[in-house]
């Protein structure tokens, strides 16, 4: 892909420092990974070394062009697809194998679905049994993206996924064949629908009692009404923005609605590109992959006030390379990166907004002008970040081109620059104290809210909580504590229904917080919430020794987390035992996943 290029820039010298320290902290471990990688390399393309019957299997059902490609030195190219047609996100994807096989077959090329991965939806689980598999899933895709790539046939693969655990759990898998080259394609999100304001202000009076089911329900619909990503800047949303500024997209290609023609003509790029990786330009994933590239993700995610299921995920994610990212990386980083998005929950606009403010071209220009990216990376583009600066357009021909766009923001209320930076920090903070470790994401968080020093109400799940409330018994100032809420001791869920009544009680002047070994992810806003507490109460963590009424100091701006009790006192108590899992909806399947995972803070990995 041509490129007209842009000048050096001086990078920040935080962004440099931490980047040096995780590249010292990583040494051994990426020597490890890469020594394997090099040799596979080394071994050269598998497909020449399989058996006859082998390799008649593998082409069996194609076609005569396949089969003599196959056959041949054509580029085989497997693709890993999270379609299903429940999600809305991956519903776009049913059409993307055949789109794929047409711009393989003219590149020469030949193209399979190599396999499926799950992709659960947690909209739908929100609250519900299967949303305590959602965590776990994201290692189940890796598994999965590991056995759709062990036929060992491949030159290259396309990676299809948009949502929460679908993305990481694929890059995780495809890390382990770093020895091809991968390409991740989003489908892009719905148009917009029902302003996530309103569908927020609606929510908190359904949690009142002001509206009935019906109109809630009419009200969801008219929010998530179409094919596509779901158009609040959650994780799924988070994802796209990291797999371009991680350079594994196409440039300008995580926010195009579906089902469009810029669409499927950046769908059929995607196949050009990869066939080109794995020829002229050879370019493994394990040689475009670093630590500068997470480090960039790190600052894309703060940047944008992303998800924070990403504090697990990224920490996932490097892992599988050889590098080790720990959460005073991201607080460190945050200290020093501004906010330059309002996307909801962070603002009123949704990822459409952004988009058309200029997206992820203008947001990438702005970090680069300012030393908060490094530049000096591959990407699937080419070399250099820099190339991500261009939006792609079609001509009047319907031709493909990409165009260099000027850091300009058309749309200030959603994107700024950085002299114009919504904050000065990106508002993600590590929280520490004799309760444990824990992130917390402030940028929705209004200055006022965030120290709240109040008693302590525990709670071992949402659902008691939720009953506190409608029982009128929360009218106070007070500090929730969920605990019995981490990987452990129950894959540790999304608590999102805790959101409206918590939102419900600070707007009636109260001061509340969260306090929870579970996630909140990028559907978290207004109220502050320390999520993630490691050590979790079901692995001894001081969350299992609090008791109603005790008096707890949530400070998000010293970075405090703690109860004002003596250690002594602390010491003294007896932990509360943690609930046994109730079973059902295949919760009984994954014991040996919350026997086996690794804590928060380590990514909440089995691997």
């Known amino acids: 892909m041509a490129f007209a290029g842009h000048g050096e820039r001086a990078l920040h010298p935080v962004v440099s420092e931490v980047t040096e320290r995780i590249r010292q902290r990583s040494h051994a471990g990426r020597q490890a990974y890469l020594a394997q990688i090099e040799a596979a390399i080394a071994a050269g393309p598998a497909r020449p070394r399989l058996g006859c019957a082998n390799l008649a299997h593998a082409f069996a059902a194609c076609d005569d062009a396949g089969k003599a490609g196959l056959r041949g ?23 993307f194998p055949a789109l794929i096989r047409v711009a393989a077959q003219e590149a020469g090329a030949v193209a399979q679905v190599a396999g499926g991965v799950p992709a659960m939806c947690d909209g739908i689980t929100q609250g519900e049994p299967g949303m305590e598999l959602s965590l776990f899933s994201r290692d189940v895709i890796a598994l999965s993206t590991a056995v759709a790539l062990s036929h060992n046939s491949f030159d290259a693969a396309l990676c299809l996924g948009v949502c929460d655990k679908i993305v990481p759990g694929l890059l995780i898998g495809a890390s382990r064949f770093g020895h091809l080259p991968f390409l ?20 908190q009076l359904a949690a009142e009692g002001k509206l009935d ?62 066939v080109a990786l794995a020829g002229a330009e050879a370019l493994p994933l394990a040689h475009l992959l670093d630590e500068r590239s997470y480090v960039n993700a790190i600052i894309g995610l703060l940047a944008t006030g992303g998800s924070t299921n990403h504090t697990l995920h ?23 990166v501004p906010l330059l998005a309002r996307i909801y929950p962070n603002g009123t606009a949704d990822v459409n907004a952004f988009q058309a403010a200029g997206g992820m071209p203008v947001l990438i220009g702005f970090l680069l002008d300012a030393g908060l990216l490094h530049d000096d990376v591959q990407t699937v583009a080419g070399p250099g970040l820099a190339r991500y600066r261009q939006r792609p357009l079609l001509d009047a021909a319907g031709k493909l081109a990409w165009h260099d766009m000027a850091a300009i923001s058309l749309d200030r209320d959603v994107l700024r620059p950085v002299a114009e930076a919504f904050a000065a920090d990106g508002g ?16 929705a968080v209004k200055p006022q809210h965030r120290l709240v ?37 129950n894959g540790m869920p999304e608590l999102h229904k805790l959101t409206p009544p918590l939102g419900v009680l600070q707007d009636r002047g ?22 993630h507490v490691t050590p979790e109460a079901a692995a001894g963590g001081m969350l299992a020794r609090l008791r109603d009424g005790d008096r707890l100091r949530l400070d998000a701006e010293t970075g405090r987390l703690e109860v004002l009790l003596s250690d002594a006192e602390l010491a003294s108590r007896q932990p509360a035992a943690c609930p046994p ?26 691997f």
């Open 428 to 443: 993600l903070k590590l929280l520490d104290g004799n309760l444990g470790r824990a992130v917390i994401k402030v940028s």
């Open 213 to 274: 089911r019906a109109g809630l329900l009419d009200a969801e619909a008219k929010a998530y009404h179409a094919p596509g990503t779901c158009t609040f800047y959650g994780t799924a949303n988070s994802n796209q923005m990291l797999m371009e500024i991680m350079g594994l997209h196409l440039p300008g290609a995580s926010f195009v609605n579906p089902n469009t023609p810029l669409r499927d003509a950046l769908t059929q790029a995607a196949v050009q590109r990869v």
């Open 314 to 336: 990224l920490l996932a994610m490097a892992a599988a390379i050889g590098i080790t990212l720990t959460w005073q990386d991201f607080s460190d980083l945050s200290a020093v």
């Open 453 to 489: 020093e109040a008693s302590a109400r525990i709670f071992e799940d949402q659902a008691e909580f939720q009953a506190a409330f409608a029982r009128g018994e929360l009218e106070q100032d007070f500090i929730a504590v969920v605990r019995f809420q981490g990987p452990q001791a």
């Open 581 to 606: 899992s109730p079973g059902g909806s295949g919760r009984e399947l994954f014991g040996l996943f919350r026997r086996s995972v690794g804590s928060a803070e380590v990514g909440a990995s089995i």
């Open 73 to 95: 030195d054509a580029v085989s190219i497997g693709i890993v697809t999270a379609y299903n047609d429940m999600l809305s996100a991956h519903q776009p994807l049913e059409r």
């Open 184 to 203: 991740f394609v989003p489908a892009g999100p719905m148009p917009s629908g029902l302003s996530n304001t309103e569908k927020s202000r609606l929510r």
């Open 510 to 531: 109260y001061h509340v917080a969260l306090v929870t070994d579970g996630r909140m992810s990028g559907a978290s806003g207004k109220v502050p919430a320390a999520i």
